[in-house]
């Protein structure tokens, strides 16, 4: 939980946001979840990674680093979840770490409940098993970075360990919330073979989120994750197995399409963050029956 010192007494800052803006489901990224719905996007000050390459860093590592300042604004849980019912939408977690605030995700789930609007996070999944059990009975889905399975080199890009974030991914799962997974291709730590085949190890149904690495803090000097690399990274994901691979820019409308695993007709395509066709009929290919895993 996000808290500071205040006057000689102790202060929460997790009814706060840097960030209060609406975008796509798909910004989050959300590939099988409620597509093309809309979102109210918020992001309380703080993280529980110090990642070196975070585009963030001014308001994630907000305590931590001195060019990361307060910004945030008080939340209003209930003009939030109206503005979200409004728009026949949910609300959203995203930009910083939303476990360091779960009251405020508890409430705004309280508050959902009655009207239709669902909460949904984008998290680092360095959780433990009793914050994940509290947790995810308020959390729709969630879209978990998994950096690299290697310990030592998430060490020292993040300053965490990575089982905890490995068994987070499952955990989720058995308690029903919808996950999806996003992987940065990090020079010196992401080895996508081997992420890929955790992730099968746990579900083939999970859908894979592969992300350019862009230099930016403190990796402002390395280059670019190359399309080659990530190309790469695809082909690594459909030899272990992962039904469901997605690039969001680097290779184009043919990396955000959704295919049906066994006839590879398309059944949603998309844009950068958009959704341009749905063709899923009752959660199955329209062509040959197929059920396509997600929350539609």
């Not at 997790?14 to 979840?33: G, I, L, M, Q």
């Not at 680093?65 to 409004?86: C, F, K, L, T």
Request: hydrophobic share 40%; proline share 6%; with cysteine.
């Amino acid at each position: 939980m996000r808290r500071g010192s205040a006057d000689g007494g102790l202060e929460t800052a997790t009814f706060a946001s840097s960030v209060a803006h609406v975008d796509t489901v798909e910004r989050k990224p959300f590939f099988h979840y409620r597509p093309g719905t809309s979102t109210v996007t918020l992001a309380a000050p703080g993280c529980s990674f110090r990642c070196d390459y975070c585009v963030n860093f001014r308001i994630s590592q907000y305590g931590r680093d001195d060019e990361s300042v307060w910004n945030a604004n008080a939340v209003d849980p209930a003009d939030i979840v109206g503005q979200a019912a409004a728009m026949g939408g949910n609300v959203a977690l995203s930009y910083t770490e939303p476990s360091l605030a779960p009251e405020l995700t508890l409430e705004l789930a309280r508050l959902g409940r009655d009207v239709g609007v669902e909460i949904v996070w984008k998290s680092n999944g360095f959780l433990t098993p009793e914050a994940v059990a509290l947790t995810a009975p308020a959390v729709a889905a969630v879209n978990i970075d998994l950096k690299g399975v290697d310990e030592q080199s998430h060490r020292r890009l993040t300053g965490g360990s990575v089982r905890p974030v490995i068994e987070t991914i499952g955990l989720f799962r058995e308690h029903g919330t919808w996950v999806e997974v996003s992987t940065p291709i990090i020079p010196g730590v992401t080895e996508p073979a081997r992420v890929a085949d955790v992730l099968a190890g746990i579900s083939t149904e999970i859908p894979w989120h592969l992300v350019r690495f862009t230099p930016a803090y403190r990796m402002r000097d390395e280059d670019p994750t190359s399309p080659d690399d990530i190309a790469d990274a695809v082909a690594a994901g459909r030899a272990a197995g992962l039904k469901y691979v997605y690039v969001e820019r680097a290779l184009g409308d043919d990396g955000r399409a959704t295919r049906c695993p066994k006839c590879g007709s398309t059944v949603l395509s998309r844009g950068v963050w958009s959704l341009r066709e749905n063709r899923i009929v009752a959660g199955r290919c329209p062509d040959c029956g197929t059920a396509i895993e997600g929350r539609w």
